[in-house]
C-alpha cells in the first residue's frame, strides 16, 4: 500500500513523499523506515493522522483506520533526551547544593556557627530523600514513554535545582535558625512521621513497578497499601514527608516549597484519577484522589 508523508511543524528535508508499506505493519515498523530514510532517530519522530491523532507504537495502520493515499504527518520533536537521565539530572543538584552549603557555612553566611540539631536532621533529611530518588529513577521506575524533549529538561530542573535547592538550602541552615529548639519528643514524632512517610512512598513505587512488566505499556489497577484510600498515595504520603520536614525546619522557605509541591501533585493526582476512572469500568468508586477520605 502507498502512503503519503508529509512534515508537519518544520519541513524534514530528506522525507519522502510516499511510501510503500503494509496496512498491517506496526506503527513501530513504519518509524523505524522512516527514520532510516530521515535520518533522525526514532525518539524524535512523532507521526499523525491529519485530525492529529498521535499513531502510537505497537498498534498497525489499520487500527487507525488509515488506507491508500492517507497522509500520515510527521514531526521532528527535536533533539530528545532519555527521562531516566532526566531524573537523575534532576535529583542530583539538591544533593550537591545541599551539601555545598553545610560544607561551606562560613562562606555562605559570613559568619561562624553551628547547625542546631533540627538543622543537621533537616540535612539528613534532604540527603535520603534524593539518594532515595536517584534510586528510584535508575533501578525502579518504569517509564511508557522513553524521551522528552531536550530544552525541556531545564524547566523540569528549576523546581528540584532552585526551589528544593537553592532555595531550602539558603534559609534552612542560616544562622537564624541555629538556635532553634524543639522538645525532643515532638521532634523524635517529627522524624518518625517523615520516616514512614519516606519508606510508604518507596513501598508504593515499587508495587507501581510490580504492575507494569518491563518492555511494556500495560496498566492495571492498583491495590492494597495506600491504595485503598487514594488513587495516589504516592503522592500524599510525600506530602506528608514534606509537612513533617517544614514542622522541623520551622523554615517559611519548607512551606512554601510544602505548597507548591502539593499543588502539582494534586494536578497530577486529578489526571491520573481521571485516567484510571475512564480506562477502567470496575474502579472503585470509594476512592479518593490525594487525601483519603476527603478528596
Not at 102 to 117: A, D, I, P
Not at 175 to 193: E, R, T
Not at 209 to 231: C, H, M, Q, T
Not at 255 to 268: E, K, T
Amino acid at each position: 500500500m502507498s502512503i503519503s508523508l508529509a512534515s508537519r511543524g518544520r519541513k524534514i528535508k530528506s522525507l519522502p513523499k510516499n511510501l510503500e508499506f503494509p496496512l498491517d505493519g506496526s506503527i513501530d515498523q513504519l518509524k523505524e523506515e522512516i527514520s532510516q530514510k530521515t535520518r533522525l532517530p526514532i525518539e524524535r519522530l512523532r507521526l499523525s493522522t491529519v485530525d492529529g491523532t498521535v499513531l502510537i507504537p505497537g498498534k498497525t495502520l489499520r487500527k487507525f483506520g488509515i488506507g491508500t493515499g492517507t497522509t500520515i504527518w510527521v514531526k521532528d520533536l527535536g533533539p530528545q533526551i532519555g527521562w531516566r537521565t532526566v531524573y537523575v539530572i534532576e535529583y542530583l543538584g539538591p544533593l550537591i547544593i545541599h551539601s555545598l552549603f553545610v560544607l561551606g557555612l562560613k562562606h555562605v553566611y559570613r559568619q561562624e556557627f553551628n547547625l542546631s540539631l533540627n538543622q543537621k536532621i533537616a540535612f539528613i533529611m534532604i540527603i535520603l530523600h534524593f539518594l532515595k530518588r536517584e534510586y528510584e529513577s535508575i533501578y525502579v521506575h518504569r517509564f511508557s514513554s522513553a524521551t522528552m524533549p531536550f530544552r525541556n529538561i531545564f524547566k523540569n530542573c528549576f523546581h528540584y535545582h532552585v526551589l528544593s535547592g537553592l532555595l531550602l538550602a539558603f534559609f534552612i541552615y542560616g544562622p537564624w535558625h541555629s538556635q532553634d529548639y524543639i522538645c525532643p519528643k515532638l521532634l523524635a514524632f517529627y522524624s518518625f512521621g517523615w520516616t514512614v512517610s519516606l519508606l510508604s512512598n518507596l513501598k508504593i513505587h515499587l508495587k507501581l513497578r510490580d504492575l507494569r512488566p518491563e518492555g511494556s505499556s500495560k496498566r492495571a489497577i492498583p491495590y492494597g497499601f495506600g491504595f485503598n484510600w487514594v488513587s495516589c498515595p504516592n503522592y500524599f504520603f510525600e506530602s506528608l514527608e514534606w509537612l513533617f520536614f517544614a514542622l522541623i525546619t520551622r523554615s517559611w522557605a519548607s512551606w512554601l516549597f510544602l505548597a507548591v509541591g502539593s499543588a502539582q501533585m494534586w494536578v497530577w493526582a486529578q489526571k491520573k484519577h481521571q485516567r484510571y476512572v475512564k480506562e477502567f469500568p470496575n474502579y472503585p468508586k470509594s476512592r479518593k484522589v490525594l487525601i483519603p477520605y476527603f478528596m
